[in-house]
């Protein structure tokens, strides 16, 4: 029994030795699969943190390339001063980077260089038939005098005005006298501007027109002299002046510049077209300098841009404009605007902001190659002295390099019989901006206002009135957007400011540049009505949105003359015509300075 018992326990002992030694090795191989498993699993981590580390680095690398070559971002020139070198240079950078102006303008329309719907309308400025004529109704012993006032333009304006208020008065007209006091400094009398004969001769059926006051009794008659307010109507002339006309019998009207209503009726309005654009002309030396010009300038090209450029320092000052020259600038036009005690303190961003500011040469230049024009267009400029001389207008030649002036294409000689008088050298400036192609303008005065109406009556050429206003805002952002993007605007926003037909409705603005009561349109007009029903759309539209930059739906209507409604002699409630005195606001230097 006892030895039973002793070899099961022999028994048991071995097998569970078996046992544990099969268990053993199972445990070895199971760490032998665990070491391999780690071993494989290491490798392949290994692998991935590798690639992975070799993609950051390539990361790493990029972004400090970029950072490198790419210019610092726009928001650090916040933190540079106005007129730092270094903000200077990132600001090139950035706009070599984004805004590049190509040298050639696109494909150029052929409507800038014309008007196709031009053919449609003409000059029209015939009499009715319910128009008296001169010898009808002109009373014996009744004369007015008037003396214009300013440039050779403003003057202009007041000669054509006193033939129609001679008209209103029944009176006869003596030959206006010129300003020759003013800013502009010229002795030139009205024979040695504009054919004298030609306007007596060719408005004689309209008004009686003598070239001095005859005498009265043996001795110079001494008129009356006397104001009238602007834009005095046919009622205001009859009740204000012609009371002290018939009393007095002669009469002189001082300052005789805008003095007569936008608004009168279509016959008084066709009487002002026959003036302006048939009977007062330039005297024949004039007249043939000015077409030797033009065939010059024809010579150079086929077509050809003329631009009236003000940036006088002068007028700087007095606008109160600034253009970021920095403290040198405010320094110097200070000075100047000084001279003026009565203008108030200037505003520059809200000046500009309104678009009382004339553009600059360089925005300018920018606008015409958003346009469409290219660096081979030839430009004609008429300009006086610009502020900052040649750095001023570089930009401008770089962009149009076939720059001229009468100084360039004609010889001194041949413009010393002008160049002492400032109104015949502005008469040669008036007949080539005239006939060019297309007439550009940076300002809204007298000269441009005038070009304009004469434009449309002789078939709406194009004339281009920059869109201040709304340019203004794109000049200011060009550098943060593409060259394609920034003559899109500029194009859009020129809508209705390139002179086709019809761009400002009639009664609008200052008739001198629109004379609507003297266009007449063409039996075919009707034949295309639906061809250019969305055109007209576009334009209407355009003028609202113009209206809601410039607070009216035409900008004409401000009297963007700088000086003709802000700060002119502002003479509203006179006392009597009989009244010998104008108000003391009067500054005639202030006037005349921006007269053209």
Sequence with gaps: MMLTNLKQLMFSLKMKRKKRE?????LHGSNDICVELNRILWRKRHRIFSFVSFVSGCLILLLFAVSVLSPPPAANLLFLPPHSLVRKEIAAVESNAVFQVPTIGGDLDPGLWSTSRSKLYYGCSNAS???????MKTYPNRYLLISTSGGLNQQRTGIVDSVVAAYILNATLVVPRLDQRSYWKDASGFAEIFNVDRFISSLSRD??????????????????????????????YQT????????????????????????????????????????????????????????????????????????EPDMLAFTGCYYGGGDKERRELGKIRRRWKALHASNPEKMRRQGRCPLTPEEIGLMLRALGFGSDVHIYVASGEVYGGEETLAPLKALFPNFHSKETIATEAELAPFSSFSSRMAALDYIVCDESDVFVSNNNGNMVRMIAGRRRYFGHKP????????LYKLFMARNNMTWEEFATKVQAFQVGFMGAPKEVKPGRGEFHENPASCICETKGTETIQKETQEEDHENDNNGRDTAEVNDEQDPIEEDLDWIEDDYSDNIKDLPDTDSNVLTKQEQPEVEELFSD
């Design 22 to 26: 099969r268990n053993n090795i199972l």
């Design 129 to 135: 038939n319910k128009f008296q004529t001169a010898d």
């Design 207 to 236: 008004v009686k027109i003598i070239k001095e006051l005859p005498l009265k009794g043996g001795k110079p008659w001494i008129p009356r002299r006397m104001a009238v307010p602007r834009k005095c109507n046919e009622r205001c």
């Design 240 to 311: 204000r002046v012609l009371p002290v006309l018939t009393k007095k019998q002669a009469i002189d009207l001082r300052k005789f510049d805008y003095r007569l209503s936008n608004r009168l009726e279509t016959d008084l309005q066709k009487l002002r077209c026959r003036v302006n654009y048939h009977a007062l002309t330039f005297t024949d030396p004039i007249l043939e300098m000015g077409k030797l010009l033009v065939e010059r300038m024809r010579m150079k090209s086929k077509h050809f841009i003329a631009l009236h450029l003000r940036f």
């Design 463 to 470: 004339t281009i009135r920059p869109n201040a206003k709304k």
